[in-house]
């Protein structure tokens, strides 16, 4: 049974960090490209960043970069956001999602952790 678990989120004032973890089981993790996405309310869900399998790789979004830092654990199957001068508008719920290297198939998306940025 695929399973994604987000953990993490809180609230935080402007500037803050917080450092969000994605616990997966499985499936073989180390296949699989991982992303976090995020929602805001009333807006659609986006792409916030992608790590390659074997963490040599990655992309974030524009309105991250420089700020957040996506890195993972294939021993402990998890998948990291490290999330630094933290800004009002990156409040949101976010998720993580494997997608497999070749295949391109996606597993289910996990419950999502809550995360605001107010002063």
């Known amino acids: 049974q695929v399973q994604l678990v987000e953990s993490g989120g809180g609230l935080v004032q402007p500037g803050g960090s917080l450092r969000l973890a994605c616990v997966t089981s499985?499936?073989?993790?180390?296949?699989?490209?991982m992303s976090w996405y995020r929602q805001a309310p009333g807006r659609e869900r986006e792409l916030v960043a992608s790590?390659?399998?074997?963490?040599?790789?990655?992309d974030y979004a524009d309105s991250v970069q420089g700020r957040f830092t996506i890195s993972r654990d294939n021993v402990k199957n998890t998948v990291y956001l490290q999330m630094n001068s933290l800004k009002p508008e990156d409040t949101a719920v976010y998720y993580c999602?494997?997608?497999?290297?070749?295949?391109?198939?996606?597993?289910?998306w996990g419950q999502g952790t809550q995360v605001t940025v107010s002063p």
């Open positions: 999602r494997a997608q497999h290297y070749i295949t391109r198939r996606a597993t289910d």
């Open positions: 499985g499936f073989a993790f180390d296949s699989y490209v």
């Open positions: 790590i390659s399998t074997s963490g040599r790789n990655t």
